[in-house]
């Protein structure tokens, strides 16, 4: 890659395409589309993770805008995130920067995103690769085992601390 702000890992695409294909099915939806393989391509490339990225990758898996306006609340089950307003913003700048930093594992700051859930549609894919962007920063493979295999062990180990 060739962009300065990328980083020099390359995916092998039939693991990128797993992981999508993974990811997707997570939520119910069977297939996979180019411009999902290109947007994870180019979000996991990045060296820094940023809102206006994670804003564009969710535009292209999802279509769906960041709640950065009252009443853009959703509700995940039994789960309701803070309500929609430009503190949604803000709060993901944070989290983002905490990520950035390495402050938080893999694990941690796919919980808090969840937990943030910063677009009306899209936060479990978007998470899942947001994930995969630190578990790369930490020098692991993403791909190694599906998605759901690695972190029901990531699960297990944050409840053991």
């Known amino acids: 890659m060739t962009d300065p702000g990328t980083s020099d890992m390359a995916f092998a695409t039939a693991e990128l395409t797993a992981f999508v294909e993974e990811s997707n099915r997570i939520e119910g939806i069977h297939r996979v589309t180019e411009g999902e393989i290109a ?6 490339g990045r060296a820094k993770l940023t809102t206006r990225l994670l804003r564009d990758f969710v535009a292209e898996v999802a279509a769906a805008p960041l709640r950065t306006v009252a009443g853009m609340n959703v509700r995940v089950g039994g789960h309701v995130p803070p ?8 709060a993901l700048d944070g989290l983002l920067s905490e990520i950035n ?8 700051g796919h919980v808090a995103y969840e937990k943030l859930h910063p677009f009306i549609d ?5 998470g899942r690769a947001v994930w995969a962007w630190q578990m790369i920063e930490a ?4 791909f190694a085992l599906p998605f759901l ?13």
């Open 83 to 90: 309500p929609g307003g430009p503190e949604i913003e803000a």
């Open 101 to 108: 930093l390495g402050v938080l594992t893999p694990y941690e």
């Open 149 to 161: 295999h690695r972190f029901y062990y990531q699960t297990l180990d944050a409840s053991r601390d």
């Open 139 to 142: 020098g692991q493979n993403p």
């Open 122 to 126: 899209g936060n479990g894919r978007s």
């Open 39 to 44: 947007a994870h391509r180019m979000l996991l």
